[in-house]
């Protein structure tokens, strides 16, 4: 809406024979407005309004003629409604997993963000609700639960206004709830950061839509998390402890026989879980000697059937971080090339080109490769080693890889390239897995620093 700041006020104008008689006048960029009323104290009082709002800088609607904060009032809607414009107008084309961050941050908010508790239902059920409904646009064709149903008119009913957000106390109450889990304890730091963005993206679009005057969340104090992104070192498992996981993994029945490839290019490929469900027979370059190559073209995460577009459980994407027809080349070395040999010889690949499939030949996911995993844990390593964090999940054969990557020498550069990150992300979230390096930088040093004690002293100068 076009605003301004040039405001001109006029005496009133009376007329007697009106039913209102007292007419308030100015102008708003040139632009005449007016307004009538009974009585001249009635006047009087609007006009001191209006004066008000222009000495103190606020700008004035071109169309309107009125300030913005009484627009903003008059578009007042609750925090729950807004939530829902929020989500509706991203939508269209978002990413299936962005969906869930959204539905996420909001159901962990809206209902904290409330008037009163009183009549409050079960809060597991509210944030279910709010969470598979409420923000969830694929759902608002049909009718929740009505357990659902009830908590969300509770929750609509009891909303706060967005207005009160103009308040430092209202927003410290949105960030204290952002900090705690369902059960009340705390959120991991990375959690908090996150949907304090994504919260942060809702504010700015309540400013552009009118509804609030700025965004409140920078006028109040927040210390924000320490986050920890360094892969811990901990988890990290060694070659040895690799190699005999990925064939420990072949020997649970059919489904682990079927996943021993699917492993063996997180490790040796460096590739994310996401990318390797559907790696293709076609983008595979598998010699009979020496190095191989794969091509990555897109991801295939799984957020569930509710949130994608076309009601399957894996969102089609493009490399993560990368554009969206980008592609990735990424050089295998002779290990995975004979896996990869023999799971091609053994199982073939599904219609569409797909190397790992169910039994059924849908998508590989989680709970079937998860449970492989862990079978194969149990079988390789000790019981205190089981005990511990060392390749607890399977993307920890990534961190692996990547690691042995950099502690082999092999320039960051490069292994960044083959693992889709920047190498300033590269650095920051594998530097504790960098091996032998204090050794090495000593050696450099104590070579200098023998070399000068070693050296002959200088010739002095003998003088005239």
């Known amino acids: 809406m076009p605003t301004s700041y040039k405001v001109t006020f006029w005496d009133h104008r009376h007329r007697p024979d009106r039913r209102k008689p007292w007419m308030v006048r100015w102008t708003v960029a040139g632009r005449e407005f007016s307004e009538s009323y009974l009585s001249k104290t009635q006047a009087d009082g609007r006009k001191a309004e209006l004066i008000t709002a222009a000495r103190s800088g606020e700008p004035f609607d071109v169309d309107r003629g009125l300030p913005l904060s009484e627009l903003r009032k008059e578009k007042q809607i609750t925090w729950y409604e807004l939530g829902r414009r929020y989500v509706e107008a991203r939508w269209e084309g978002a990413p299936a997993k962005t969906r869930t961050t959204w539905a996420d941050a909001l159901a962990t908010v809206t209902f904290e963000l409330v008037k009163s508790k009183a009549g409050m239902p079960d809060k597991r059920i509210v944030r279910r609700a709010l969470y598979s409904w409420a923000f969830n646009v694929h759902a608002w064709g049909e009718e929740p639960p009505a357990d659902w149903a009830k908590a969300l008119a509770w929750v609509q009913k009891q909303s706060v206004l967005v207005s009160a957000f103009e308040e430092p106390p209202m927003v410290r109450r949105l960030l204290n709830a952002l900090a705690v889990k ?55 498992v060694n070659e040895d402890q690799a190699a005999a996981l990925i064939e420990a993994v072949g020997r649970q029945g059919k489904r682990g026989a079927h996943l021993r490839a ?18 293709t027979l076609a983008r595979c370059h598998l010699p009979v000697e020496g190095w191989g190559y794969v091509v990555l073209d897109e991801t295939r995460p799984r957020v569930g059937s509710a949130w994608t577009d076309d009601g399957t459980s894996h969102d089609k994407r493009g490399l993560k971080h990368r554009a969206e027809k980008a592609t990735r080349r990424v050089p295998v070395p002779p290990e995975l090339v004979a896996i990869l040999r023999e799971h091609v010889a053994a199982f073939g690949a599904a219609p569409d080109g797909r190397l790992f499939r169910t039994s059924r030949g849908g998508m590989v996911q989680e709970s079937g490769y998860g449970v492989v995993w862990q079978r194969a844990r149990a079988e390789v390593l000790s019981p205190a080693d089981c005990a511990t964090k060392l390749g607890k999940r399977p993307y920890d054969l990534r961190h692996a890889g990547i690691s042995l990557g950099l502690n082999s ?56």
């Open 182 to 236: 369902l059960d009340g304890k705390k959120a991991a730091p990375s959690v908090i950061l996150r949907k304090r963005r994504i919260l942060g993206h809702l504010f700015g679009y309540a400013v552009k839509e009118g509804y609030l005057a700025a965004n409140p969340l920078p006028t109040v104090q927040w210390q924000p998390p320490e986050t920890e992104e360094e892969v811990d070192p901990g988890v990290v």
């Open 262 to 279: 699917f492993f063996a290019c997180l490790y040796y490929g460096w590739l994310r879980p996401a990318e390797a469900v559907f790696l």
């Open 409 to 464: 020498g092999v320039d960051p550069t490069e292994v960044a390239r083959r693992a889709g990150h920047s190498v300033a992300v590269l650095l920051r979230v594998y530097a504790k897995c960098l091996h032998g390096t204090v050794e090495y930088a000593n050696e450099l040093i104590s070579k200098r620093l023998n070399r000068n004690r070693t050296a002959p002293p200088p010739t002095p100068d003998p003088g005239p």
